[in-house]
């Protein structure tokens, strides 16, 4: 029988996707606790600066990162502003495009980062990692970047129309 999107899912799905739900709940309570605690940040935060680490430039543009980290627009612009006040990161028109903001990683940023990475990655393992055996952490490893792809397959968000509100006409 295939299973279609009309289909329920059966007691085993449904299990599954609440302990994932769980997990990753737990996991990034762990996580927050961690940041905050070492360096003063929130995860949306964490994932700006480790975002930006990993660039070849130490920059990005501002939809890129939304789209990345999963984030609303604005809720990266407000994160953008604080961490800006805080020094870790500048921001700055495109070159090529004015309308786009490009956002580069400042030398705090770095170090900051740097710094709570060994905790991070601490929390990481002994929450989720040290329960694992090799081939839990092998299947993960392959399974999840195929779930990722499929879910990405979606147009980002920074790409889809926006909705008429106030004051807006559609296009």
């Known amino acids: 029988m295939a299973v279609t999107n009309d289909t329920p899912l059966d007691a085993e799905e449904f299990a599954a996707y609440l ?18 605690e070492d360096g003063g940040i929130g995860g ?3 994932g ?7 660039s070849p430039t130490g920059q990005a543009r501002m939809t890129d990162l ?25 921001r700055a028109p495109g070159e ?14 770095r170090e900051l980062l740097e710094r709570v990475m ?11 990692f040290q329960w694992l055996s090799r081939d839990d952490v092998l299947g993960l490893a392959d399974l999840m970047p195929r ?3 499929h879910m990405r397959t979606a147009p980002p968000r920074s790409a889809k129309p926006r909705r008429p509100g106030p004051g807006r006409s559609p296009r």
């Open 147 to 149: 779930l990722r792809d």
């Open 19 to 36: 302990a994932l739900r769980e997990v990753a709940s737990l996991l990034e309570h762990g996580v927050e606790q961690q940041l905050r």
């Open 118 to 128: 060994p905790g991070h990655l601490e929390v990481v393992r002994q929450l989720f």
């Open 96 to 109: 090529n495009d004015e309308r786009s903001v490009m956002v580069e990683l400042t030398p705090a940023g």
């Open 44 to 46: 949306a935060q964490f």
């Open 48 to 54: 700006i600066l480790a975002q930006l680490y990993s």
């Open 66 to 90: 939304a789209d990345s980290l999963v984030y609303s627009r604005s809720g990266l612009t407000y994160q953008a502003g604080q961490m800006e006040k805080a020094g870790l990161i500048t």
